[in-house]
Every structure is written in structure tokens, then in C-alpha cells.
């Protein structure tokens, strides 16, 4: 005979979904985060996709997420911040062109380089996982 007292009650997907959209948009500094993100949860499974602002948000953030009842594991490999990304441009990008990053676009303004064509250029940039967009303004 089967014993059904150990019973595991699984919580909806949908409920573990919206406490973690809650979680992000009533942390201030998240609020606005929430758009260049993408919860998906199956069965437990939470895959959190997109890019944060800030390293500190994206951290705090992370070390909530245990306590949501329900989450049986959690995908982050696709989640990025503008922080971190904007450390990984900088290792490809000449001197002379400045970098600016919203939600992993990348704005790149400054002088042109000389030595490196811009197709060479955005071809790095966009090899940088994480990077979404790229709009070259250089003179």
C-alpha cells in the first residue's frame, strides 16, 4: 500500500510567477528593471532571462528568490546587468569610443577608430553575451 501522507503539494506556476514579477517591481530600484526581463515557470522550473541595470539589484534580487515557496529550481545563465556588460565592452572597444548601456543596448559615441573598421567593432560587441543592441554614433 501507497503511502499518501508524504504527499508533495506542488504550488501553481502561476502564482510562483507572480510573486517573483512582485518581487521585482515593489523593489525600488527593480521597478523599472522589469521590462528588459522574462520569468517562465514550468512545473517549478523558473528561468529568469534579461538584463538588470545594476549589479547590486540583480544581486539582491537573486538572494530573494529562495524565499518564494515553490521553486524548484532556477535558470539564470541568460541573465545579464548593464554592470557587468559594460566591463566586458570596454575590453573590445578602442580608446577614443565611450560606451553607454541601457538594459544591454549599447550606445557607443567618440571618435572613430582608425585602425579598426565599425563592422569589426559591433562584431565584438556583439559577440558579448548579453547585448541586445547596438547603435554606433561616432564622428
Not at 104 to 114: A, D, E
Request: overall charge neutral.
Amino acid at each position: 500500500m501507497a503511502d499518501t501522507s508524504a504527499k508533495i503539494t506542488q504550488r501553481p506556476d502561476v502564482d510562483i510567477h507572480h510573486d517573483i514579477h512582485n518581487l521585482i517591481v515593489h523593489y525600488p530600484p527593480a521597478a523599472h528593471d522589469h521590462r528588459a526581463l522574462h520569468i517562465e515557470v514550468k512545473a517549478g522550473a523558473v528561468k529568469l532571462s534579461g538584463v538588470f541595470k545594476a549589479r547590486v539589484t540583480q544581486t539582491y534580487i537573486l538572494d530573494k528568490l529562495p524565499n518564494i515557496a515553490g521553486i524548484q529550481s532556477l535558470d539564470i545563465t541568460q541573465l545579464y546587468n548593464d554592470d557587468d556588460l559594460r566591463l566586458e565592452v570596454a575590453k573590445v572597444v578602442p580608446f577614443g569610443v565611450y560606451v553607454n548601456l541601457e538594459y544591454g543596448q549599447v550606445k557607443l559615441t567618440g571618435k572613430h577608430p582608425t585602425d579598426l573598421s565599425l563592422e569589426t567593432l559591433v562584431s565584438r560587441i556583439s559577440a558579448i553575451p548579453g547585448v541586445t543592441r547596438i547603435i554606433a554614433a561616432l564622428g
